[in-house]
């Protein structure tokens, strides 16, 4: 039987991959910072280990208590909304710290395994914002871009040993938690200069023409991490789809 170990279960695309990869008989590791069972069913094919993805004695713990996995999903990250001007650079070094290098992290510790088994598959969760520019969203958008950009040269890396590297592509979610879980950190990134635009951009937003669900993103990870075709991104999301077809 399969194992799939991921990364920021608490809610979200992550919570809601974990329930479709237990309902679809598979392994599952649910990864969180503070563990929480009672947001999953309960199952004997289910693990809830806690994983702080910035840290690496962390990574090394939940590596060794899981045992060897067949799959890696890198959804864990955080958000930041605002002007760049002024975003601090400490904040953009945080999301990039989360977004980009935990997930660099990640990869790297599952590698030796895959490699010798010459098997596996690791699968990045990005964002549609990096199908289409999106405003106000310059440190996410660039955190998420250097994935795919990683994403695309490891699987190319990688392909001689067998091992698969895919990315999920979401698009906007609005039941997720993302706005409220960067609360703190998007607090004064709106300076008045900037607050006629930032209106405009939040008021469309309000009113989108498409939407992404959790389940939408669940589905687009269990293709992804099935594919055997060579296909490297999988827009989840009614809206990420047609953001990825328009390109």
Same mark, same amino acid.
């Given at each position: ?41 309960? &199952?004997?094919? *289910?693990?809830?280990?806690? $994983?702080?993805?910035?840290?690496? /004695? +962390?990574?090394? %713990? ?65 964002? &549609?914002?990096? *199908?289409?520019?999106?405003? $106000?969203?310059?440190?996410?958008? /660039? +955190?998420?871009? %250097?994935?795919?950009?990683f994403t695309g040269s490891l699987a190319f890396e990688l392909e001689a040993f067998n091992v698969r590297v895919k990315l999920v592509e979401p698009g906007y979610a609005p039941t997720t938690r993302f706005t409220s879980n960067g609360g703190k950190r998007m607090e004064g990134l709106i300076p008045e200069a900037y607050a006629p635009f930032a209106e405009q951009v939040f008021a469309a937003f309000a009113q989108p023409a498409a939407v992404t669900r959790e389940a939408d993103v669940a589905e687009a ?6 594919? +055997? ?19």
């Amino acid at each position: 039987m399969n194992t799939v170990l991921i990364t920021g279960t608490s809610s979200g695309y992550g919570l809601e991959t974990a329930r479709h990869f237990l309902a679809q008989g598979w392994n599952v590791v649910a990864t969180m910072r503070t563990p929480r069972e009672d947001v999953l069913p309960r &199952s004997e094919r *289910l693990r809830v280990l806690a $994983l702080d993805v910035t840290n690496p /004695a +962390s990574i090394r %713990a939940a590596l060794e208590a899981c045992g060897p996995i067949d799959a890696l999903v890198n959804n864990a990250g955080i958000g930041v909304v605002g002007a760049f001007e002024a975003t601090p650079m400490a904040t953009a070094r945080e999301v990039f710290e989360t977004n980009t290098f935990a997930v660099m992290a990640m990869t790297q510790a599952v590698l030796p395994q895959f490699r010798a088994r010459r098997s596996g598959v690791v699968v990045n969760v990005t964002s &549609s914002a990096t *199908l289409a520019r999106m405003p $106000l969203a310059a440190v996410y958008t /660039a +955190s998420k871009a %250097a994935i795919e950009g990683f994403t695309g040269s490891l699987a190319f890396e990688l392909e001689a040993f067998n091992v698969r590297v895919k990315l999920v592509e979401p698009g906007y979610a609005p039941t997720t938690r993302f706005t409220s879980n960067g609360g703190k950190r998007m607090e004064g990134l709106i300076p008045e200069a900037y607050a006629p635009f930032a209106e405009q951009v939040f008021a469309a937003f309000a009113q989108p023409a498409a939407v992404t669900r959790e389940a939408d993103v669940a589905e687009a990870v269990w293709r992804a991490v099935n594919d +055997s075709t060579g296909q490297l991104r999988f827009p989840a999301g009614a809206d990420a789809v047609a953001l990825a077809q328009a390109r």
